[in-house]
Every structure is written in C-alpha cells, then in structure tokens.
C-alpha cells in the first residue's frame, strides 16, 4: 500500500495545476501566430522585449528571417527578414493590419520602403534595429497613420532631406546610433513633427551644419551631439556650429573680408575657436586693416602686396602665427626686425616676390629664439648673392634647412647685373661668390690701367727716340726745350 503525503505532493500538483491556467489564459489574451500560426513551446523562456530587438538573434524566427504577429497589441515581429509574410496573410486581405512593426536584423545591404511598407496601410509606429543596411533605396511612400519611426543600431549612413516626406503625421523620428556622418540638407518633415534624435553617430563637424542651428529646437538631443571627425573630434557640435554661424556673420559684415573666406579650424580644449582667413587672389594692394579675434592663419598669396607693417604694428594680427605671401610684390622683410611677430611666428611663406636681399643676422636671432618656427619657405626671389651677403644666406640655409624646407631650391644670382647667372645659393662655394663676382671685375680694370700706362711708355720712347735722330743728324732741338727759360 503506497502512502500518500498530501502535504507535499498535493502542493506541487496544484502549483503545477495553476501554472497551466495561467498558461492558457496568456494565450487566449495574446494569440501568436508565426509561419505554422503555433508558437514554439520554449518561447516564453527567450529574454525578449516585445519592442526590442536586444538578443534577437536567440529568438526562433530567426532562423528562417520569418515574422510573429500578436494580435493583441497589433504588433509585428520580424528576426531577420519579412520571409513569411504571404503565409501570415494567406487567409485575410494582402494588406496586413499592424499597427507596429519591430524589425531586427534587416539581412540585406539597403532598406525599400516603397515595397516593404506599403503592405501596412495602418502602420503608426516602425522600429529597425541591429541591422546592416546602410540607405534607403527609395524615399518612405505616403503613410497617413506612422507617426514614430525608430531606426537605430545600424550602419545607415545615408538619408536625403526628401526621405521621410510623405509621411504626413510623423511626429517622432528617432534616428541614433547609426553611421550618419552628415545630412547634406534640413530634412523635410512634417508640420506635425515634434521630437528628432540624432545622438551617437560619427557626425563630421567640418560639413555645413547651419540649418542645425537655425532649427535646432527640434532636435530633442542637440546637446548630446559629438563631432567625431578628426579636426573637432569628441567636440559638441552645437557648439562648433555655434561658432562657425559668428564668424561667417562677422566676416561678411566687414568690407575688408567681405570677398575673403572666413573658416574655423580648430577648438581649443577651454572652447577657445582658432580660425582661417583666406583672401587669396583678391588684388589687394595690402593686409587686411582687421581680423576676427583668434585668426591664426591668414592667406593672402598671388595679391599686389607690397607692405607688411601690419604685422608688426596691427593689434589684429596679434595672434596670427601662419602667413602665406607667396607671389606678391614684397621687397623687404626689414621691417620685422625685433618684432613680437618675428619672434612668435609658426609659418612665413614669400616664394614668388621680389626680395633681393635681407638682414640675415636679425633673422638668425629670430630662428634660434623662436621654438615655434616651423617653416619658412624664401625660393623664387631674386636674391643677388654679393660675397657677404651670399656667403651669410647660405650658412643660414643650412644651419636651418629643417625650417627652410626649400632651401635647395632657393637661387641667387651671384654676378652683378648678369640675371643669367643664377645658382642654387646651396651649391655655390666661397670662390663663385666671392672671386668670381667681385675679383673678376677688378682684374678688368687693372688691365685697362696697365693697357694705358704701357702705350704711354711706348709713345713716350717713340717720342724720344724721334727727338735724338733730329737732334743728332739736323742738329734740331725739340721745340719744348726752346721754350724752356
């Protein structure tokens, strides 16, 4: 006779009981139907959200990229692909009735909304997450009813303005933690839109970004927005744009800028803006009388300039440390002796001017004080290479041929008046400048002084020697003796 403990079994029959019924009630309020309508007895035990796509790939469905439809919330669950959604039609319209789709895993390498969701007239709200495709084949088509769209976790680099457009009650877009790296213009949404996200992509912060801030206050995370390329990485972008909308503002308000280009081209770390002014090819005649704040680098090359002085005495060039000159009309760098600027500067570049000459000592101290001097580029001047001066540019050339990266190409001619010969200043030795230029020229007078003084000693012989034959034979004195007291 076997004993029964009621205490103990009957417990666990009635838990095991209760279960059951709990069981059953979930699946008479929650119908899933899959691509055989049964949903596989282990499904409960799956760590899924019903929307979210967080280790998906663990669910069933997507073995076979197949989609589960429950119909108590009118919700769509697609793993991997929408392979199965004829079958889950099969008995009603080809239009299907969810309200909302979670898609994860989209398989392939572009998204066409034109010919997946148009199946769901009903659609309000579509969420894509941990997929791979990177654009839109096409723009979304006209949905009345999706008003939340969701695209995140995938490598969508790509979205044009026009995208989303033909959605006429979209509310909120939320597009983070993609591979967007710009939006080449405003997206065109509806009029009533509410909330953009666009936190945790790669934004490249050298594009133009103005129509974020001019419609800034829909985008619900602008604050959380990172610049991740290289110039302004880890940077937040309202705050370089921010920076870039004052400094077109103050350059186009300035007549002195107004044809230049003004840029930003880099942040300090205490949110202090460096910037860019570039008036090349302008026909100025000058430097510009006034600089944005923090301007370092400034370009005016192939210009008629003729005057530095401004970086010497204007308070505006105070913080500019990169200079480029090239192809002006600059005769002397004289006047930057001694100067701050002289001094402190990172970059001169005056290739293609008419320098002939320059105080080598006084930029020899500049060189040896100034730890910032990065390049100083001088070719394709008329440098005139005297025995002094030739032999101290060289030395200077070589003693900073590391700054002086041009330094092999800068020529001089070295015999005065003579422009055809010209020389690599680097190649020619003391001889060449100093015997050849200088020497060579006072050996030619000299022989011009001896050529004289011998034809006089010839004439005056000849002389003599005339006056003692008619002395001699005519008894005839020169007639300079007769006049003689």
């Keep these: ?22 069981r059953l009630a979930g699946g008479s309020s929650e119908e899933a139907t899959s ?63 969810a309200q909302q789709i979670l898609l994860c895993g989209w398989p392939h390498n572009m ?26 084949r096409f723009d979304f088509p006209e949905m009345y009813h999706l008003q939340t769209i969701n695209i995140s976790w ?27 790296m710009q939006l080449e213009s405003p997206l065109i949404l509806s009029d009533t839109f509410q909330e953009l996200y666009l936190a945790g992509n790669p934004w490249n912060c050298t594009r133009n970004f103005k ?23 880890e940077r937040q972008m309202m705050l370089v744009v921010h920076y870039k909308v004052l400094l077109k503002r103050e350059c186009e308000s300035h007549p002195h800028l107004q044809n230049c280009s003004c840029l930003m081209h880099h942040i300090l770390p205490k949110h202090i803006p460096l910037y860019t002014v570039n008036c090349s090819g302008q026909g100025l005649y000058s430097l510009p009388d006034y600089l944005p704040e923090n301007t370092t680098m400034l370009f005016v090359n192939d210009n008629k300039i003729s005057d530095i002085n401004p970086l010497r005495q204007n308070p505006h060039y105070r913080h500019v440390v990169d200079v480029h000159l090239d192809n002006n009309r600059i ?75 041009d330094a092999a190409n800068v020529s001089c001619t070295y015999v005065k008046g003579d422009e055809l010969r010209r020389a690599k200043v680097l190649s020619l030795t003391r001889q060449d400048m100093c015997n050849v230029s200088t020497e060579e020229t006072k050996i030619h007078i000299i022989d011009w002084i001896n050529g004289v003084l011998a034809s006089l000693i010839v004439f ?26």
């Design 35 to 97: 691509f055989d309508s049964t949903e596989p007895a282990h499904a409960s035990k799956l760590p899924l959200s019903t929307h979210s796509c967080l280790n998906w790939t663990a669910a069933p469905e997507a073995a076979g990229g197949n989609c589960t439809r429950l119909t108590g919330n009118g919700l769509l669950r697609c793993y991997g692909g929408m392979n199965n959604l004829a079958a889950l039609a099969k008995a009603k319209s080809d239009k299907l009735p």
């Design 211 to 233: 129509w974020l801030f001019e419609r800034g206050e829909l985008v619900a995370d602008r604050d959380e927005l990172l610049c991740m390329d290289r110039k302004y990485k």
């Design 154 to 180: 995938t490598n969508l680099s790509h979205v044009s303005a026009r995208t989303f457009k033909r959605i006429h009650h979209l509310k909120v877009l939320d597009l983070r933690w993609n591979q967007l």
């Design 331 to 405: 005769r002397s760098l004289d006047e930057l002796e001694n100067t701050y600027w002289l001094e402190h500067f990172r970059l001169l570049s005056v290739r293609g001017n008419l320098l002939r000459k320059l105080q080598v000592y006084a930029l020899d101290n500049a060189l040896d004080d100034n730890d910032n001097a990065n390049l100083l580029q001088l070719s394709r001047n008329p440098w005139h290479c005297t025995c002094k001066f030739g032999m101290r540019l060289r030395e200077l050339l070589t003693k900073y041929r590391e700054i002086v990266r």
């Design 111 to 136: 998204f066409n909304p034109m010919n997946e969701l148009q199946k769901f007239p009903a659609l309000r709200t579509l969420t894509i997450e941990y997929s791979s495709f990177t654009e839109f």
């Design 460 to 485: 005056i012989l000849g002389k003599l020697a005339y006056d003692y034959y008619h002395y001699k034979y005519y008894g005839r004195v020169p007639w300079i003796v007769m006049k003689l007291p």
């Design 1 to 22: 006779m076997i004993k029964i403990r009621p205490h103990r079994n009957t417990c666990q029959f009635i838990v095991l009981l209760l279960a059951i019924l709990a």
